[in-house]
């Protein structure tokens, strides 16, 4: 299936940066590896629910129809929305921002001007390290600045930290 996707405007534009949605995709892995935090969840929190269900009878008129509702929805959630995920989020880093899109029914642009830049965070969780995966996160002092790049490749991961870790050095301002 073809993606039709919006003409890209100049990441620059009179001077300022402009909203556009960034070009690159995430790992593929990062489909097996949302399943599989996913099925982990479900594992727990649907076996504990299922263990009291069968060992407190007294939880059972409305433990059952939770069970009932629950199961469904993890099902749904990981047949779905790994992929769904996987589809929407993209990522950029160019040499004035780093950008970022995610969400499933909203969408979440995002934006980090360099200059912003506070700090440049790797980390990888035992199943990320298994699929050789890594999340970036590029933080400002803003409460809303933000940005969590999750399912890069460990290689694509640290290539982006050492680069936005350059530019930033390099890129004057105040980093607030």
Known sequence: MAELSPPRPPPVQAGR???RPPSRRLSRRFIL??????????????GTLGAVYGLVEATR???GPVLLVAGPLYA?????IPTLRYLVHRWETTDDAVYALSGGLT???????????QSIDTSIGPIQRYLRLATV???????EG????EGLDVREAEEATDRLRELA???????T
Do not use: F, N
């Open 17 to 19: 940066l402009s909203l």
């Open 169 to 175: 050095a390099a890129t004057r301002g105040d980093a």
């Open 61 to 63: 008129p409305w433990l």
């Open 107 to 117: 969408r979440k642009w995002q934006i980090v001007p360099i200059s912003r830049i």
């Open 137 to 143: 996160t590029v933080t400002t002092a803003s409460a």
């Open 76 to 80: 749904v959630h990981l047949a779905a």
């Open 33 to 46: 590896w949302r399943t599989l935090q996913t099925l982990c969840w479900a594992i727990g929190v649907l």
């Open 146 to 149: 933000s940005i969590t790049i």
